[in-house]
């Protein structure tokens, strides 16, 4: 397993950024830096399992660990989804944190990903494109 660190500096309110990142149409925009057409099924409340999606239907499910409303969103990734079917895989503590530090400029947005082997170099080339994304939608979007 690799633990991985992102931050970005992001001038705007925490509560602007939270919006950015799990607001449908704009988790639209900013995942697109992993997949083009990614969206979500589910709701973010603690305990609960989310689904995000390719436009071809595939992905993964999660469990949300974590949602404290404009500080942090973590995921427990579970397992894939394949046409349909859900298969539970054996990736032990993947998880995804997104944690949102107010400061007297906006706020700086740190995101630490636990990941297998084969997901490390995808994350790596595609997490600071994603978080360029959200600190462009953060900063400019009304």
Same mark, same amino acid.
């Given at each position: 397993?690799?633990?991985?660190?992102?931050?970005?500096?992001?001038?705007?309110?925490?509560? =602007?950024?939270?919006?950015? #990142?799990?607001?449908?149409?704009? +988790?639209?925009?900013?995942? /697109?830096?992993?997949?083009? %057409?990614?969206?979500?099924?589910?709701?973010?409340?603690?305990?609960?399992?989310?689904?995000?999606?390719?436009?071809?239907?595939?992905?993964?499910?999660?469990?949300?660990?974590?949602?404290?409303?404009? =500080?942090?969103?973590?995921? #427990?990734?579970?397992?894939?989804? +394949?046409?349909?079917?859900? /298969?539970?895989?054996?990736w %032990?503590e993947?998880?995804?944190?997104?944690?949102?530090?107010?400061?007297?400029t906006?706020?700086?947005?740190?995101?630490?990903?636990?990941?297998?082997?084969?997901?490390?170099?995808?994350?790596?080339? =595609?997490?600071?494109?994603? #978080?360029?994304?959200?600190?462009?939608?953060?900063?400019?979007?009304?």
């Amino acid at each position: 397993m690799h633990k991985l660190f992102f931050k970005i500096q992001i001038d705007a309110p925490p509560e =602007k950024v939270w919006d950015v #990142l799990w607001s449908d149409m704009t +988790y639209r925009q900013w995942t /697109t830096a992993f997949t083009e %057409g990614s969206f979500y099924m589910g709701t973010f409340e603690e305990g609960s399992i989310m689904k995000f999606f390719d436009p071809d239907n595939n992905g993964m499910y999660s469990s949300v660990e974590k949602n404290i409303a404009n =500080k942090e969103m973590k995921f #427990l990734h579970l397992g894939e989804i +394949y046409d349909g079917v859900e /298969t539970v895989q054996d990736w %032990g503590e993947a998880t995804e944190d997104y944690i949102l530090e107010e400061t007297p400029t906006g706020t700086i947005l740190k995101v630490e990903i636990q990941t297998p082997e084969e997901f490390k170099s995808f994350f790596e080339e =595609k997490f600071p494109t994603a #978080l360029g994304i959200v600190k462009n939608l953060s900063e400019n979007q009304l």
